[in-house]
């Protein structure tokens, strides 16, 4: 008998992956760590050899070499470990998103390898942001210092863009795509911005005679909700340096958030760039690169 998803293959411009793991419940701390085999399921890439080891952590849609310049740009100060997130990129797919299990399996890929000697400064941005402080929050041994990019430990946010960018894509009917610029012509019919598309673009991928779109997008479509919640943290707090930074044309950081971020997180500092929206790193690379070297090269305190 076929694999469930091979019926679906043609329709879906997608192939059948390995998936990993059930949904873990309960808050951060009544939860047991995962013991999954990371390393099979995380995806990396290094950037640099020298200096102190940052951890990148993408968002939704993303892979981890959308840091590749951020990481260039660090060096020789610092080295880094681009990390695509399960159900993007190279890495394997789950039969649910879970922030838990997410940050479990990242945990895990870090203890074998790049955080094997010592804790990483960890960078993550929206649901990678998320990532980073379950991470933090669960594994506070792996982590020094954290650096949450336009995101905050809560629910909401702008989610109905992000539904919307989804359904745009899963319009998009595979089998009949021949070039990529077709599928680019026909996304446009929905996203006007080139560079949205340009983003969201990344993912699809030959295969074979046609193409399929790399990153798992009916269960980010179904599992979107959860994507835009935050679990519960239970007693947890993590004490290291934070720094919170912020788009000042973004709606994901507000006023409110503060008491329950400084709650989580004692010593959080807010910095908002000027001219940025939700994509602070893209969109205000070099003020991004510049608060990320002053914060992580910074003394002990």
């Not at 060096?75 to 998103?97: E, I, M, Y």
């Not at 702008?158 to 009917?173: P, R, T, V, W």
């Not at 908002?272 to 305190?301: I, N």
Request: charged share 25%.
């Amino acid at each position: 008998m076929p694999p469930p998803c091979a019926a679906d293959r043609a329709r879906r411009g997608s192939r059948c992956r390995r998936r990993i793991g059930p949904r873990q419940r309960g808050d951060l701390g009544s939860v047991p760590v995962s013991t999954a085999s990371a390393p099979e399921t995380v995806s990396t890439t290094s950037v640099g050899d020298t200096g102190a080891p940052v951890v990148f952590l993408h968002g939704l849609f993303g892979q981890g070499r959308n840091f590749t310049q951020v990481a260039k740009a660090l060096q020789p100060q610092f080295r880094a470990l681009l990390v695509d997130l399960p159900n993007h990129g190279r890495s394997a797919w789950t039969d649910r998103f879970d922030y838990v299990q997410t940050a479990d399996l990242v945990a895990a890929h870090l203890r074998t390898g790049f955080a094997a000697d010592g804790p990483v400064h960890v960078v993550g941005h929206s649901m990678g942001g998320k990532v980073a402080m379950v991470l933090a929050l669960r594994h506070p041994d792996l982590v020094d210092r954290l650096v949450v990019a336009d995101i905050a430990p809560a629910s909401g946010g702008s989610l109905g863009e992000f539904a919307h960018l989804l359904d745009s894509l899963a319009a998009i009917d595979l089998t009949t795509v021949t070039r990529r610029g077709e599928a680019d012509e026909r996304l446009a019919e929905r996203v006007a911005d080139a560079r949205v598309r340009g983003f969201l673009l990344q993912n699809l991928r030959a295969d074979g005679d046609g193409f399929r779109w790399q990153a798992n997008l009916d269960l980010l479509r179904r599992d979107l909700p959860t994507i835009g919640g935050f679990p519960d943290p239970g007693d947890a707090t993590f004490d290291h340096p934070v720094l919170w930074v912020a788009g000042d044309r973004s709606d994901y950081v507000r006023p409110e958030h503060g008491p329950v971020m400084r709650g989580l997180f004692p010593r959080t500092t807010l910095v908002t760039l000027k001219g940025a929206g939700h994509w602070v790193h893209s969109e205000q690379p070099e003020a991004f690169v510049s608060a990320l070297r002053t914060f992580l090269g910074a003394p002990d305190r």
